[in-house]
């Protein structure tokens, strides 16, 4: 059975995935069905609270951590074998609001942190029409 993962939400560049079917092999080449990218999964991670481990395998049901800043977001299905799309993780309205500005000699880094939570689907952002 082909190995099939969808990533789950955590902004970080460690990622969770959970196992849906299929045999997870370190060091196997997967494909990302959003951006059609293959990725090698070469530094796999057991996560235990704070601690980390390197895994070898896994099976359907296991949750391994996969490490490539930028590859994966937010619903993400990742798969080896034929293609796979699992249908989108639903928007909501915002139930959160911040209102944000950034001080005029730090506006390239705000920017940049905030485009990275955006490319990971953990933030929405609404801008004013009023400004």
Request: charge should be positive; include cysteine; hydrophobic fraction near 40%.
């Amino acid at each position: 059975m082909p190995l099939q993962y969808m990533c789950t939400a955590l902004p970080t560049c460690c990622r969770p995935a959970a196992a849906v079917s299929g045999k997870f092999e370190k060091g196997m080449k997967v494909k990302v069905a959003r951006t059609g990218r293959v990725v090698s999964l070469s530094r796999p991670q057991q996560m235990f609270a704070q601690s980390r481990a390197t895994v070898q395998e896994g099976l359907a049901g296991d949750v391994i951590g996969l490490t490539n800043p930028g590859a994966f977001a937010i619903g993400d299905t990742v798969y080896a074998g034929p293609e796979l799309r699992f249908p989108p993780i639903p928007s909501f309205s915002p139930e959160l609001f911040a209102y944000m500005r950034c001080a005029p000699n730090q506006k390239k880094a705000f920017s940049k942190g905030v485009e990275g939570l955006l490319g990971e689907g953990a933030v929405q952002v609404l801008y004013s029409t009023d400004e």
